[in-house]
């Protein structure tokens, strides 16, 4: 008996001396868990969108829906009141327009799960950002940017309501369209060229060149609204807005066009070849100038707004529209 209580402080000691020299260890390991912990959940926040390897492990790690709560209740309310900042500081001048918060995630077709995703956007008709239409975020999301040649990406240009005045009174002139019917498929366009990240001067362009802004345009070919899209082929695209019957709707119809032809231009690594595809030639030599015709349009549009925005007088330091 007197042995092994004589043993039993030596064993303590050691244990002590044991842990003590494996201080530094434990630090350093929790340490370097810590920084892990750290480095997943930043790249699992910042992962949407990308196609990085450590981006894609992120999201297996953990799912979408997952990061977009955290967005939604962690940070959603400081983007809020960014917004409400910018809508606050915007110029008297513009007050008869108002300035939409959107949040394209909202309407979403796969989740209802609010999303830091909001963009502050002046339109001419506001109200069509009232409109309750599911968004096709979800499938043009999956695109990467790196994939969209530059001149398909935003131009920035129609972010200003006196460009968006200049292309409505010139497609208006053009087609002889009633104005009110004008300033709504534009300001749609504006606003769905933003939820699918697609230059809204493109779209614009391919809905003159297709369907001279009717929306009941019918080819025999079976390709309806503005955007000419095909029905039968694409209904699997429809079933969330409510099947075949919403094709024409102007909201519904550039939505699923606007994502198809970001689609294609991925697809075909150009915008004119993106385009190509987009109006059935992309087996064949030539599109029959389909191609041209619309660069054509959106070079037009382009031409216009930059015109417009430099054409401006001062009076002591204030720009005064021309």
Known sequence: MSD?????????????????????VYRVINGLLVVTVFMVVGLWLSGNGTNAGAFDLARILVPDEARHMVWSNGFEMLNQNKDSSEIAAAPASDTEIAAVIYSKSKLSATTGLASAKQQTVALLMPSVAQMQVKSISHLSDRIPTSKIDPQALDSNLMGSLQNQRAVADFFEKKYS??????EEYVSN???IAKEVNIDPVLLLAVISVESNFNPNTKSHAGA?????????????KYAIFGGTSEAVKPEVNIRVGAYILKYLIATAGSLRNGLKYYVGAANAEDDGGYADKVMAER????????????????????????
């Open 4 to 24: 092994t209580q004589s043993l039993q402080p030596s064993m303590l000691v050691a244990k002590e001396l044991l842990a003590h020299a494996m201080a530094p």
């Open 177 to 182: 369209l009633d104005r009110s019917k004008i």
């Open 189 to 191: 366009t504006i606003l």
């Open 224 to 236: 309806e609204g503005l955007m000419q899209v095909m029905t039968s082929v694409h209904k699997d």
């Open 299 to 322: 070079n037009r549009l382009i031409s216009l707004c930059q015109n417009r925005s430099t054409n401006r007088l001062t009076l002591n330091g204030k720009d005064i529209r021309s």
